[in-house]
């Protein structure tokens, strides 16, 4: 019996429901337990038979409450400065908390909330910053300095779903009535094996996966249990697995779908030019090699290393604009092109993990227009950035092996029966 597409547990069939409680029981860890909701309870001299107004588990009926958004380029200074809240004060609570919340980690356009003495003096009390749906964090200037985070408890519904690429995954998803949030996911889980700049018509994705709900609110997409990619007649599978108390992605065979670099430095952009030994220069107008790929994508967007590496070079010079080299290892190197700026600490000689934002897409040098021109060496010698090919990451160990068949073997089951 297939399972309907985007339905919930509750309305699959008995036997896909007792799978599913198995799988879920399978992958989850003992030492990754559900976030529990943290309350602070703040002592009041005026107790109230009725139970006070509460914000974030804080008593806050003889509290001002004054809210706001974090706006562009400002600092933690500029928001508390104005409450008397000292540079001083502000470097013992980011030392006293470091382990808890990197202050560094603020995010623009996020909302925060300030709760302060209701009297001529105003005295803060608590500086509250919304994270992401569900956690926020209190930063708290009472007798002791200190942050917590606070997070409210979510209900999750496991999910079933598939979808077509007619034209794009986002829409594919937006059409079958699936956040493309997920996509995101996606993209990160299968980004060492799924060249998702190059997905053709009728390729096929399925996913088991979490919805969290805080009441009845739909706030995020939650963990992956599986997904697969279905090309033609090529098939590759995610398999979640924790060992050595980290959870990754592994196909079929256990080997890690992690290689040793990403498919692209981008997040969802397009192809507007390939790696060819001859090649129409736009703005020279000669034929000459262009032994990169140009992914086109707006003024700002952030370019990622597609691997670990060590920055050989940045500069600016007339024809590649500004640009960055990372050297990988002994054999291979690449080299990102005409953007608007480096990254934060990209200078000669830094080391960067995969990921890492190195600089942001601009039009600098020879360009017609906002792109990144990505290059690929081996052993010195261009090579085309689409064809490499990289070894995996650890595989499942020989120990694991057992486990790992029982987790596979169910989710390719519920995969399969994925209409």
């Given amino acids: 019996m297939k399972i309907p597409n985007h339905e919930s547990i509750l309305f699959s069939p008995i036997i896909v429901l007792i799978l599913t409680q198995t799988l879920i029981s399978c992958i ?13 309870n703040v002592s009041s001299d005026n107790q109230k038979n009725e ?15 004054i809210t706001g958004t974090i706006k562009p380029n400002r600092f933690l200074s500029d928001i508390l400065s104005p409450y008397g809240v000292t540079g001083k004060e502000i470097d013992i609570l980011v030392k006293n908390s470091k382990d808890i919340f990197d202050v560094r980690k603020i995010r ?3 909302n925060y909330t300030i709760l302060t003495d209701n009297d001529s003096a105003a005295t803060l009390r608590y500086f509250i910053y919304d994270h992401e749906p ?28 598939s979808f077509t690429i ?4 986002w829409d594919a998803m937006k059409k079958t009535n699936v956040n493309p949030e997920l996509s995101i996911a996606l993209s990160e889980i299968f980004a060492w094996t799924v060249d998702f700049f190059g997905l053709q018509k009728g390729d096929k994705f399925k996913v088991i996966y979490e919805e969290k709900y805080i ?9 992956i249990y599986g997904a697969s990619f279905i090309s033609g007649s090529r098939e590759y599978k995610a398999i979640p697995f924790i060992q050595n108390g980290i959870e990754s992605y592994y196909d079929t065979d256990g080997s890690s779908l992690r290689r040793e670099f990403l498919k692209a430095p ?8 390939r790696f060819s030994a001859a090649r129409m220069h736009p703005i020279l107008r000669i034929v000459r090699p262009h032994h990169g790929v140009d992914y086109a994508a707006p003024v700002g967007t952030p370019v990622y290393t597609v691997g670990d590496g060590k920055i050989t070079e940045t500069g600016n010079n007339p024809g590649a604009g500004k640009y960055v080299k990372i050297r990988h290892n002994s054999v291979y190197s690449t080299a990102y092109l005409h953007l608007s700026s480096f990254g934060k600490g990209i200078v000669p000689g830094a080391y960067v993990k995969q990921g890492d934002i190195i600089g942001y897409v601009g039009s600098s040098g020879l360009s017609t227009g906002p792109h990144l021109d990505f290059r690929f060496y081996k052993n010195g010698y261009p090579v085309d950035p689409l064809k490499v090919e990289a070894p995996p990451s650890e595989p499942v160990l020989k120990e694991n092996l057992e486990k790992f068949n029982r987790i596979k073997t169910v989710i390719s089951i519920l995969l399969d029966q994925i209409d």
């Fill in 215 to 223: 009441g009845d609110k739909y706030v995020l997409p939650g963990r």
């Fill in 28 to 40: 989850h860890h003992e030492n990754n337990p559900a976030p529990a909701i943290i309350e602070l």
């Fill in 108 to 110: 623009a356009r996020n």
């Fill in 51 to 65: 139970e006070p107004l509460r914000l974030y588990g804080i008593p806050c009926d003889s509290l001002n409450i």
């Fill in 266 to 273: 981008l997040k969802f952009s397009r192809i507007t030019s």
């Fill in 166 to 169: 007619e034209t794009s995954l």
């Fill in 134 to 161: 569900g956690l926020s964090y209190i930063f708290s200037f009472n007798d002791s300095l200190n942050i917590t985070p606070w997070r409210l408890e979510y209900s999750k519904e496991i999910k079933f779903s």
